[in-house]
């Protein structure tokens, strides 16, 4: 069964740095686009990082400079670093894979359930 499950995720301090892991099982990340996105309440989902499937590496406008993202292809992992967080950026952080797209896109053909990440003030 192909499953995708985030881990890392909970309470950061305003000013705090988080790292998120993406697991996936029943499949491998090779051939696929992965990336990383976020919901907040009452909010549209908004794009963090993309891998393509060339390696290429895409980060979104509003955490640019504070981003990093990258694959462990031994692990089947996928990890997001942001620092510097504010009480605004409190969302569902979710990881999402697709083997059909070269990158990401907001239909994702597969997903993982989200992980909370509450940044407090």
């Known amino acids: 069964e192909v499953q995708l499950a985030e881990s890392g995720g909970g309470l950061v301090p305003a000013g705090g740095s988080l790292r998120l892991s993406c697991a996936a099982s029943g499949f491998t990340f090779d051939d696929h686009a992965i990336g990383w996105f976020r919901q907040a309440p009452g909010k549209e989902r908004e794009a963090v990082s993309c891998?393509?499937?060339?390696?290429?590496?895409y980060y979104g406008d509003s955490v640019r400079g504070r981003v990093t993202t990258a694959a462990d292809n031994a692990k089947n992992t996928m990890y997001l670093q942001l620092i510097n967080l504010q009480p605004d950026e409190t969302a569902t952080y979710y990881c999402?894979?697709?083997?059909?797209?070269?990158?990401?896109?907001?239909?994702?053909?597969?997903w993982g359930k989200g992980i909370l990440v509450t940044v407090s003030q």
């Open positions: 999402g894979a697709d083997r059909t797209m070269a990158f990401c896109y907001y239909g994702m053909e597969y």
């Open positions: 891998i393509g499937t060339d390696g290429r590496v």
